[in-house]
């Protein structure tokens, strides 16, 4: 397939997976997940390395990038009345159980070292916004459900991206006690960085945007190249840290900072950009393990991690019971 025809091709797929998702009440991912399938292992029509080289996964994460921005723009801390429990228990006990049922899974089923489980476990213990969104918006559960869910789906999403750093880096010190401690500072040094560059850049877009210094027609465009360089910036300074930046970006902007005129900015495309990555990676073949780790880490389909996500969910909500009409959650 010509590269000039790539765009428009997953622009038009992206739509009509989704629209047909739409008319059928299914989850758009299923779709997606199929077009990506068929036109690059089943059909060879599609190959995404030969077509962007090496600008692949520098593209595919800038649109992560932007995706977990606006997802995390939407949270509300309100919206945590009464959940606060589940939403925290899903993203810490609930991840390092999945963790540790995927990698017990990987070991004794695929035979795969314990090192190489534990990194398995890391890389596909978390969901992620486009893989929940779109299954939310044809599912519909209530609302208390639907917040667990948005909450959990965003913040786990840079959390996967920290422990596959902890896990990676562990491995490659040599597995020795006493290196453990050494990539728990490069973990600590990757949170740290994530979060200083998400609330500088929160403050100080919010800062332009209040003071009205953007005009307003520019405003859309100045808050993605304040996501970009934000996500790039981090990154640069520590590895894997830009997706956490740019997820509390967004809950910062969301939460602390108010524009005058009462709205902040939206990427009204992000559904399709999702798509787009979607089936962009369904489309890859057979690749290898370098690029499967950012795959892993970045676009999680329906696969074998879904073993691990029961055991997870049961003990991320067990210790935290859904109020009767009128309560409020312990």
């Not at 595919?60 to 589940?86: D, K, N, T």
């Not at 009205?212 to 934000?230: D, G, T």
Request: glycine share 10%; aromatic share 8%; net charge positive.
């Amino acid at each position: 397939m010509s590269s000039s025809l790539l765009p428009l091709v997953l622009l038009v797929l992206g739509f009509l997976c989704q629209w047909l998702a739409w008319r059928v009440r299914l989850p758009a991912i299923l779709f997606l997940l199929l077009t990506g399938i068929v036109l690059g292992p089943a059909t060879g029509l599609l190959d995404p390395d030969a077509l962007l080289g090496d600008l692949l996964f520098p593209l595919v994460s800038l649109g992560v990038a932007i995706i977990l921005f606006e997802g995390s723009l939407g949270l509300r801390w309100q919206e945590l009345r009464g959940v606060a429990p589940a939403v925290i228990n899903l993203v810490s006990i609930g991840a390092l159980v999945s963790l540790g049922t995927l990698a017990a899974a990987a070991h004794y089923l695929l035979g795969l070292s314990w090192e190489l489980s534990l990194l398995f476990g890391a890389l596909t213990c978390v969901t992620g916004p486009t893989v929940v969104v779109p299954m939310l918006r044809s599912v519909r559960p209530n609302a208390r459900i639907a917040n667990v869910l948005r909450w959990e789906g965003i913040i786990i999403d840079p959390l996967g991206a920290l422990f596959a750093v902890l896990v990676y880096s562990w491995i490659v010190l040599g597995l020795e006690r006493h290196t453990f401690t050494e990539a728990l500072a490069a973990f600590g040094w990757t949170t740290l960085t994530g979060c200083a560059f998400g609330v500088v850049g929160a403050v100080a877009l919010g800062g332009l945007l209040r003071r009205h210094w953007i005009p307003e027609y520019l405003q859309n465009y100045a808050a993605l190249v304040a996501v970009l360089s934000v996500f790039s910036l981090s990154n640069a300074v520590a590895h894997e840290s830009g997706l956490l930046a740019v997820t509390i970006m967004g809950m910062w902007l969301g939460n602390r900072s108010r524009p005058a005129h009462g709205r902040h900015p939206r990427f009204q495309g992000t559904p399709v950009h999702a798509a787009d990555l979607i089936a962009l990676h369904r489309a890859r073949r057979a690749p290898g393990m370098a690029h499967a780790r950012a795959r892993a880490r970045r676009v999680r389909p329906a696969r074998g991690r879904h073993a691990g996500r029961a055991p997870a969910v049961g003990a991320g909500v067990l210790p935290w019971q859904q109020p009767a009409a009128g309560g409020s959650a312990p």
